[in-house]
């Protein structure tokens, strides 16, 4: 009996890992996943808005991609499959549906390819060893999550003058792999610079969520961001991307 109490005692007062060394494990997994993720091959769905700040509708695409393994050292292979949408010209919206996007030379159709090549990844948060030396973390409690264990962990800048990401991380207690990701600019971008460049990013955040594939490796399932734009006095757009990611499959050959 006492040997049971004092077993108990000792679970009650074990604090379990730091914080320092639960994304120390998280980077370790993250280092090891940049070449794992390499072997899946998986449909990726990215659709972008933009509209005016009145709320009119200027331009919307969602285009479908085949990611796949790819021997070149930066990420993955991705292939445009389908693109479909519609935008406002000359009085009057236009459909489209094909592989290619029309008015290639738009403003709202370059602004919307940027935003879908920068999905060409997915993952966006810094959490490898490198990336986390310039942000500082913080337990916050812990959360079920589909039925297991999660970290709360807070980030943000080492330095509050930096204008970087800041937010929460969901962290498997099993994997030690990321589970969620939400993020928001830790400040304002300085008046100085929104005022000589034009430049401002007002709300802009996202929310990251990742699946549990196989052996431990996890890759990023879903992405949503909703800010507003304005750039060098020019252009003034709500933008609003979303991408999801299914069918994963591990495979070592590319289309």
């Known amino acids: 009996m006492l040997v049971t109490v004092l077993f108990l005692s000792l679970l009650a007062s074990d604090p379990g890992p730091s914080v320092t060394e639960i994304m120390a494990r998280v980077a370790a997994n993250q280092t090891r996943d940049a070449t794992l993720r390499k072997q899946f091959t998986y449909e990726q769905r990215v659709h972008v808005q933009t509209r005016h700040t009145n709320g009119k509708l200027a331009r919307d695409e969602t285009a479908e991609y085949l990611v796949f393994p790819d021997p070149d ?71 079920d999550v589909h039925g297991r264990k999660a970290w709360r962990i807070g980030f943000g800048p080492s330095d509050k003058k930096d204008i970087d990401w800041t937010g929460e991380a969901l962290i498997d207690q099993q994997d030690f792999q990321p589970v969620n990701i939400y993020t928001k600019l830790s400040r304002r971008i300085p008046f100085a610079i929104r005022t000589l460049l034009g430049t401002d990013l007002p709300g802009i955040g996202y929310n990251l969520d990742y699946q549990r594939i196989d052996d431990s490796v996890w890759l990023p399932s879903s992405y949503g961001a909703e800010f507003t734009l304005r750039l060098f006095f020019l252009l003034n757009r709500e933008i609003n991307v979303s991408m999801e990611s299914s069918g994963f499959r591990r495979t070592k050959t590319t289309p």
């Open 73 to 143: 050292p930066k990420g993955p292979g991705r292939k445009l499959t389908s693109i479909s949408g519609r935008y406002w010209k000359n009085g009057r919206y236009i459909e489209f549906h094909g592989t290619t996007a029309p008015e290639p030379n738009s403003l709202d159709e370059g602004l919307v390819q940027s935003f879908r090549d920068d999905m060409s990844d997915g993952d966006s948060f810094p959490l490898t060893a490198d990336e986390q030396k310039t942000y500082r973390f913080e337990l916050l409690g812990e959360q």
